[in-house]
């Protein structure tokens, strides 16, 4: 099939490339490092373990990369990120107590005291009780294919009859030698949560011939295949509810068996969203403490990267959240410091490098503020940002009508700003 065109990226994940837009999904550089380094290496984990209950909005789902690298991280950290939630609890526990055990009511203009119980246990199975993903994706097809995309693949070899090499080598530097891998086990964890609330997905009539296409072959996890062709028996009969203990007992191995009692199945839930980004959060009514926005870049999809889009993320966006994303564009930084957020950079210690941008509601959680030059930049014609009042223009609207805003500015160009920085020897 010509709209599913993989191919490995430098760290044996596999990335894709869309025709349509003439733009990979996926830096060829490495799929799954980008997703770690740009989306889940920011986090401030002080503040996130500090939360029972997790909500994550992943913006453009793909094929599940970044909820696959958040959920790996959970599950490959578990013991070190139990532990420091429950110091980061202990040592809030402390720091109150050490100001008054005793709590003040004000109800109806009548004042008492109440003493605050902190006798309950801290210590509990799982680094949060739940979390949450809301996956948006106008793509089914991706969505059906997620669960079974491999990672961590060695000595592999891209398959020109699959892809146009002349479309994708422009975008391939094969010098990365590290090869991160997803766990099997999280795959399995969204296939059966795509089946329980999303069956019509694994019902797509164009997934399954991906799947069973030798041509693929070499780019799916073939673990899973069997657990899918369970779930279809079923759902093809019109049956919205499998028996997950037939499962469990016929298409797990006992490692998968020993994972499951580590990793439960019910600590994890996944809402999918088929739909244009802007439809989805216009009605969402979730507060999120992680946002991932991994759109097309802006010049190919505005539509996603507007002032009144990121207003509208602005909304549903916890106080102590992180919005994380790879742009690290004038007009898109200027787009978020407009709609409320504090901005810094996202900064890649291996690399010694800036690679995108968080976004922030508490400017205490920017560990790495923008620079004077970066902050400038925003206040040229660079910084003219992408407007979209109602959430509904098409694409080519939203260009058509930055375009003309930009030729009727009276701002300087980035280019004139930093030059003047530079004659100034800033």
């Known amino acids: 099939m010509r709209e599913f065109q993989p191919y490995f990226t430098n760290d044996g994940s596999v990335g894709l490339y869309s025709q349509d837009y003439d733009d990979i999904y996926h830096s060829a550089s490495g799929a799954l490092t980008e997703a770690y380094e740009k989306f889940i290496c920011p986090i401030n984990w002080d503040v996130l373990l500090l939360h029972e209950d997790i909500n994550i909005l992943d913006i453009c789902y793909g094929i599940g990369y970044n909820t696959k690298s958040f959920l790996n991280y959970i599950f490959e950290n578990k013991k070190k990120l139990l532990k420091k939630k429950n110091n980061l609890k202990k040592n809030s ?23 605050v119980n902190y006798s309950e246990t801290i210590y509990t199975n799982n680094a949060f009780n739940k979390i949450s993903v809301t996956a948006i994706d106008n793509d089914e097809i991706l969505f059906g294919l997620s669960p079974f995309i491999k990672t961590g693949v060695r000595n592999f070899k891209n398959n020109s009859d699959i892809i ?6 422009k975008y391939l530097n094969r010098k990365n030698k590290n090869f991160p891998k997803i766990k099997n086990i999280i795959n399995f964890q969204i296939l059966l949560k795509i089946a329980q609330n999303s069956p019509k997905i694994l019902r797509n009539p164009l997934v399954a011939p991906i799947l069973d296409n030798r041509e693929y072959k070499k780019f799916i996890v073939s673990d899973l295949r069997g657990v899918n062709k369970y779930l279809l028996t079923y759902l093809s009969s019109g049956s919205f509810l499998f028996n997950l203990h037939n499962i469990y007992y016929r298409y797990l191995s006992y490692c998968y068996k020993t994972y499951l009692k580590w990793y439960k199945i019910q600590d994890f839930n996944l809402t999918v969203k088929i739909d244009d980004a802007r439809n989805v959060v216009k009605e969402d009514r979730n507060l999120y403490n992680l946002i991932f926005l991994d759109a097309f870049t802006p010049s190919k999809c505005p539509c996603l990267w507007t002032y009144d889009f990121f207003k ?6 916890e106080d102590d959240g992180m919005l994380l994303t790879y742009s690290s564009s004038a007009q898109i930084r200027s ?4 709609a409320g957020f504090e901005i810094g950079n996202i ?13 922030v509601k508490n400017n205490s959680l920017i560990n ?29 609207a939203i260009i058509a009508a930055h375009k003309i805003e930009v030729e009727n500015s009276n701002r300087i160009s980035s280019s004139q700003y930093l030059k003047i920085r530079r004659n100034n020897g800033l």
Not at 312 to 317: A, F, G
Not at 335 to 338: R, Y
Not at 347 to 359: D, P, Q
């Open 93 to 115: 526990k402390n720091n109150f107590e050490k100001k008054t055990n005793i709590e003040t009511i004000h109800t109806n203009n009548i004042s008492k005291e109440k003493t």
């Open 164 to 169: 146009n090499k002349h479309d994708i080598d």
């Open 312 to 317: 509208r993320l602005y909304e549903i966006m």
């Open 335 to 338: 787009a978020m410091k407009e």
């Open 347 to 359: 900064y890649n210690e291996r690399l010694n490098k800036y690679l995108g941008t968080v976004a």
């Open 368 to 396: 790495y503020p923008l620079s004077d030059a970066q902050l400038g930049l925003l206040n040229t014609k660079a910084g003219i940002f992408y407007r979209d009042e109602n959430l509904n223009a098409s694409n080519e």
